[in-house]
C-alpha cells in the first residue's frame, strides 16, 4: 500500500470511529490538566472517580501506561467542559448512571468497588446494549462515547504517545525522509 492510499484509509477509519463531541475535542486540541490540586469542573468528584475506573478498565495498565496514567478522566472532564453544551452534559453525566446501577443490580455494589474482572462483565454489557439499540433511539450510547473519549485522551497525552503503540518525537526534530521500519519498529506521532 502506498503513503496516500495509507492516509486515505486511516483519515476514513478515523473519521468513521469517532462521535461528534470527541472528534471536535481532538480537533480542538483538548488536553487533560495535570496540576496536582485539579478539581473536576463539570464532573463531581465521585463522577470523576468513576470516570477513572471505567477508563482504566477500556485501557488497563500492562507493560504499557493505562489510561489513568494517562489522566483520561480528567480529558474527558476537560471535553465535556469545553465542547458539550449543558444540556448534552446533563445527558452525559445521567448516562453514566448506567454503570453504578448494572453494578448494583448485578453485584450489589458500585463499580468502583468491582474487581477487574465484575467491572469488564458490566461494560460488555452496556456495550451489548448499546449495539441492540435501534438507530431511530437518540440516546446518548455512553460506552462508545466513553470507549471514544478515554483512547483519544490516551493517544494524544504525552504518556500515551512515550508508552503507547507510537513512539513519541517532540518538535522540532531531524527530518529523516526515509525510515526503514524494522529499524524503529512502531510508529510515531508528532504532538
Same mark, same amino acid.
Request: hydrophobic fraction near 35%; charged fraction near 30%; glycine fraction near 8%.
Given at each position: 500500500?502506498?503513503?496516500?492510499?495509507?492516509?486515505?484509509?486511516?483519515?476514513? $477509519? $478515523?473519521?468513521?470511529?469517532?462521535?461528534?463531541?470527541?472528534?471536535?475535542? $481532538?480537533?480542538? #486540541?483538548?488536553?487533560?490538566?495535570?496540576?496536582?490540586?485539579? =478539581? *473536576?469542573?463539570?464532573?463531581? @468528584?465521585?463522577?470523576?472517580? $468513576?470516570?477513572? +475506573?471505567? !477508563?482504566?478498565?477500556?485501557? *488497563?495498565?500492562? %507493560?504499557? *501506561?493505562?489510561?489513568?496514567?494517562?489522566?483520561?478522566?480528567?480529558?474527558?472532564?476537560?471535553?465535556?467542559?469545553?465542547?458539550?453544551? &449543558?444540556?448534552?452534559?446533563?445527558?452525559?453525566?445521567?448516562?453514566?448512571?448506567?454503570? %453504578?446501577?448494572?453494578?448494583? @443490580?448485578?453485584?450489589?455494589?458500585?463499580?468502583?468497588?468491582? %474487581?477487574?474482572?465484575?467491572?469488564?462483565?458490566?461494560?460488555?454489557?452496556?456495550? =451489548?446494549?448499546? =449495539?441492540?439499540?435501534?438507530?431511530?433511539?437518540?440516546?446518548?450510547?455512553?460506552?462508545?462515547?466513553?470507549?471514544?473519549?478515554?483512547?483519544?485522551?490516551?493517544?494524544?497525552? +504525552?504518556?500515551? &504517545?512515550?508508552? #503507547?503503540?507510537? +513512539?513519541?518525537? *517532540?518538535?522540532?526534530?531531524?527530518?529523516?525522509? !526515509?525510515?526503514?521500519?524494522?529499524?524503529?519498529?512502531?510508529?510515531?506521532?508528532?504532538?
Amino acid at each position: 500500500m502506498d503513503r496516500r492510499e495509507a492516509l486515505k484509509t486511516s483519515s476514513l $477509519l $478515523l473519521g468513521y470511529t469517532l462521535t461528534g463531541g470527541t472528534a471536535a475535542a $481532538l480537533l480542538g #486540541g483538548c488536553k487533560a490538566e495535570t496540576s496536582t490540586d485539579w =478539581k *473536576p469542573s463539570t464532573l463531581t @468528584s465521585d463522577e470523576s472517580e $468513576l470516570m477513572a +475506573e471505567l !477508563c482504566e478498565t477500556i485501557l *488497563p495498565k500492562t %507493560n504499557t *501506561p493505562g489510561a489513568k496514567d494517562a489522566l483520561c478522566h480528567r480529558y474527558i472532564d476537560e471535553m465535556l467542559t469545553h465542547f458539550y453544551d &449543558a444540556k448534552k452534559q446533563t445527558e452525559y453525566r445521567e448516562a453514566l448512571k448506567v454503570f %453504578n446501577d448494572k453494578s448494583k @443490580s448485578k453485584y450489589s455494589k458500585a463499580f468502583v468497588a468491582l %474487581n477487574t474482572h465484575e467491572r469488564e462483565e458490566i461494560l460488555g454489557m452496556v456495550a =451489548k446494549e448499546e =449495539k441492540a439499540k435501534k438507530d431511530e433511539d437518540k440516546s446518548i450510547r455512553i460506552f462508545r462515547e466513553l470507549k471514544d473519549a478515554t483512547i483519544s485522551g490516551y493517544f494524544t497525552s +504525552e504518556v500515551g &504517545a512515550k508508552g #503507547g503503540l507510537c +513512539e513519541f518525537l *517532540p518538535v522540532p526534530g531531524p527530518y529523516q525522509g !526515509c525510515i526503514d521500519f524494522s529499524s524503529v519498529g512502531k510508529g510515531y506521532v508528532i504532538l
